[in-house]
C-alpha cells in the first residue's frame, strides 16, 4: 500500500489524472478491506494480493459488459495498472 501511495502522489504531481484515480480506487479498496476484516492499520502481502486480484476481476467483469469504444479501452488501461501491482510483493 506504501508504493501504492506514493505511486498516487507521482501521478498526481504529473497530473496524470486517470492513473490518480485508478490507484485511488485501488486504495480505497485496502481501507475497505482492512475495515471489513477488522484489522488495524496493515494487511499481510497475501491478502493485499487477494484486494489486488479481486479489484482487478471486478473490472475484467465490467469489460465485459461495454462493447469495443472508449469505456472499454479506458477499463483495458486500468486493468493494466492493477495487474502491475500483482507481481510485486505490495507492502500495506
Keep these: ?10 501521478a498526481m504531481k504529473a497530473k496524470d489524472k ?8 485501488l486504495l480505497s479498496e485496502f481501507k475497505y ?10 494487511l499481510e502481502d497475501d491478502h493485499a494480493l487477494k484486494v489486488i486480484s479481486a479489484y482487478q476481476k471486478k473490472l475484467k467483469k465490467s469489460l465485459d459488459a ?18 502491475s ?6 507492502k500495506v
Design 85 to 90: 501491482y500483482m507481481g510485486d510483493s505490495v
Design 18 to 25: 486517470f492513473r490518480t484515480g485508478v490507484l485511488r480506487m
Design 33 to 42: 478491506a482492512m475495515t471489513s476484516d477488522q484489522r488495524s492499520s496493515s
Design 66 to 83: 461495454y462493447p469495443e469504444g472508449e469505456k472499454r479501452t479506458e477499463i483495458a488501461q486500468e486493468i493494466d495498472i492493477v495487474e
Design 1 to 10: 500500500m506504501e508504493r501504492i501511495a506514493e505511486d498516487m502522489k507521482n
